[in-house]
């Protein structure tokens, strides 16, 4: 099971961090995903960036995720700890 955490504190929510919400809950649905990744909020996350919203998956926090880069940060993290829990499927 993969932990994703969405910031949700007032920078990432100026900055998207809603977009960014339904963007990984559409692909958590699209993939089937639902029985491998929580997904959640959290306040600040304390990795404020000027652009994009701060994202916690497991352990590893990642900032600056925007709509405009989200395919690549869903295939080259996201989808990646989904496959690590899985027992390096």
């Avoid at 994202?55 to 926090?61: A, P």
């Avoid at 600056?64 to 390096?88: H, M, N, Q, S």
Wanted: proline fraction near 1%; include cysteine.
């Amino acid at each position: 099971m993969v932990i994703v955490q969405v910031c949700v504190g007032s920078s990432c929510h100026i900055k998207g961090s809603a977009d960014i919400v339904q963007l990984l809950q559409n692909r958590i649905t699209a993939e089937r995903l639902e029985d491998e990744i929580i997904l959640t909020g959290c306040f600040c996350a304390g990795k404020c960036n000027r652009i994009g919203v701060t994202v916690t998956v497991g352990d590893e926090v990642y900032t600056g995720i925007t709509r405009e880069g989200f395919r690549d940060f869903w295939e080259e993290k996201v989808l990646p700890a989904v496959r690590a829990a899985r027992g390096g499927e």
